[in-house]
T-cell receptor, first 114, second 115 residues
């Protein structure tokens, strides 16, 4: 079945540091890939997405590239801010197989120190 | 749009009591999802509906849990009887299958504590 494996947390960085959160996936078809972010006390919200190989999703300075050859979708940001402190979830959806379900990774808690 | 609305935001109850969580999806969305989030198990999909019909309830823990969607604008998740291990944050999400990538929009969650 489909699965998502993401970097264990927690991750603590200083402000303006470079961020990478690793994510790899296993899927039977050609999934769409997502990063969701959860701020304290809130529900998840979509951060960025990519629907086919080599697509790059980007939003709020975050980027992730859909790498089919390595089945990866790593999240990066060049200079993090305190406001980026949150839990980040990698997810996939095998929409081509009519499957609306999102398969989530376990989440990575990110804390940015001023 | 107001987004996905969940009520109550917090619920504290005693073991054995019935608990009902409510969700109003975004208007026009035709898929609705119930998730449970705990520290130990992370985010789990409990059940999802498409056009008010339950499509996959394989994540529902046991018979104590039931979910209904009587119309396109309302869904409930009921736990009867509740147990301390049901303590978690329960999220409702909705999406529109008219969009290719089916982005799910999450509500703020209901934090349930069973004593």
């Amino acid at each position: 079945g489909d699965s998502v494996t993401q970097m264990e947390g927690p991750v603590t960085l200083s402000e303006e540091a470079f961020l990478t959160i690793n994510c790899t996936y296993t899927a039977t078809g050609y999934p769409s890939l997502f990063w969701y972010v959860q701020y304290p006390g809130e529900g998840l919200q979509l951060l960025l997405k990519a629907t086919k190989a080599d697509d790059k999703g980007s939003n709020k300075g975050f980027e992730a590239t859909y790498r089919k050859e390595t089945t990866s979708f790593h999240l990066e940001k060049g200079s993090v801010q305190v406001s980026d402190s949150a839990v980040y979830f990698c997810a996939l959806s095998d929409v081509n197989f009519g499957n609306e379900k999102l398969t989530f990774g376990t989440g990575t808690r990110l804390t940015i120190i001023p | 749009d107001a987004g996905v609305i969940q009520s109550p935001r917090h619920e504290v109850t005693e073991m054995g009591q019935e608990v009902t969580l409510r969700c109003k999806p975004i208007s026009g969305h035709n898929s609705l999802f119930w998730y449970r989030q705990t520290m130990m198990r992370g985010l789990e999909l409990l059940i999802y509906f498409n056009n008010n019909v339950p499509i996959d309830d394989s994540g529902m823990p046991e018979d104590r849990f039931s979910a209904k969607m009587p119309n396109a604008s309302f869904s409930t998740l009921k736990i009867q009887p509740s147990e301390p291990r049901d303590s978690a944050v329960y999220f409702c999400a909705s999406s529109s299958t008219s969009e290719y990538y089916n982005e799910q929009f999450f509500g703020p969650g209901t934090r349930l504590t069973v004593l």
